[in-house]
């Protein structure tokens, strides 16, 4: 191993060309500069400095070792720096349902991070199915979820309308069998829509299938059939509320997280208070 402090000694003799200048740089004595090239030459097994030079230069051993030096020396000074700063080396890993990751939710990750540098957003964004059975084995500090009710360690939960959605030029009654846009098997709305068309005995099959809302969303309103999606997701998409079968009870989104003191915390108040918003906003709609 080469000890950076003479690999210093050695390129500072270099570069002032004297001892006694380099000394001055380090703010060592000449005789701890002259101590440490004599360790450096031990190490390596050759004379670097020609002493009877003038002005000092390498030998052709020490023209060999220069390079290296300095790279291994700006390599220190890049690690100092990188363990100095303390951006991003504290994750808080978030799960969050697919429509609850918008514009201002995103917004205000980005807010929180900016006063935390310490703080590095690790974002999921996936089925709540699925979310909910990561967050439970650990994989999250944070999850926001659909359920059909909030278990008892939910730190809040809103209700969220649903409602079956048509698109918004649709003038006909759907033919039997009915055709349904889903999410892929795991989605939460799926079983409900199949268990609604049932009690309305009603034939229906899956004209279109994804994991993603806002495929979803285009299907319909491309008129490939009927689905049932939160209120929430509807503002300026061209759908409308399918009217015989109108809306369901609400499902709940629940926010969960293991930690209650610190930046966990804080976020999880943020949060809470942008889906309260949220919820507000939505009865707006409902009402308007």
């Known amino acids: 191993m080469l000890d950076p402090r003479l690999l210093r000694a050695f390129i500072g003799i270099l570069d002032t060309g004297s001892f006694t200048r380099a000394a001055e740089q380090l703010h060592l004595t000449q005789s701890t500069i002259s101590q440490q090239l004599a360790r450096l030459e031990e190490t390596v097994g050759h004379a670097l400095i020609d002493r009877e030079a003038r002005p000092i230069s390498a030998t052709a051993s020490g023209e060999r070792l220069q390079g290296y030096a ?27 349902a697919e429509d609850i990751f918008d514009g201002p939710m995103a917004a205000l990750f980005r807010e929180f991070a900016q006063g935390r540098r310490e703080i ?47 698109a918004v030029d649709s003038d006909r009654d759907w033919p039997d069998p009915m055709p349904l846009v889903v999410f892929s098997p ?9 268990e609604r068309i049932e009690r309305e005995r009603r034939r229906w ?31 300026g998409r061209r759908v409308k509320t399918y009217a015989p079968f ?40 409902i009402q308007g």
């Open 70 to 96: 300095r790279r291994i020396l700006t390599l220190q000074q890049e690690a100092q720096a990188a363990l100095g700063d303390p951006a991003g080396l504290t994750a808080i890993r978030i799960g969050l």
């Open 246 to 285: 109108g809306t369901e009870p609400p499902i709940a989104v629940s926010i969960y997280s293991w930690e209650q003191t610190g930046p966990v915390k804080e976020l999880v108040d943020w949060m809470s208070a942008m889906l309260g918003l949220r919820a507000s906003a939505t009865n707006a709609i």
């Open 120 to 166: 590095r957003m690790d974002v999921t964004s996936g089925l709540s199915r699925d979310l909910t059975r990561r967050y439970r084995d650990g994989e999250f500090d944070i999850a926001v979820v659909k359920e059909p009710a909030p278990s008892a360690d939910a730190r809040a939960s809103f209700p969220e309308p649903m409602a079956w959605l048509e």
């Open 205 to 235: 099959y899956v004209a279109f299938s994804s994991s993603s809302l806002l495929n979803i969303l285009v299907a319909v309103e491309a008129g490939f059939g009927i689905t049932l999606l939160p209120v929430a997701t509807t503002p």
């Open 186 to 194: 795991g989605g939460l709305y799926r079983d409900q829509m199949f």
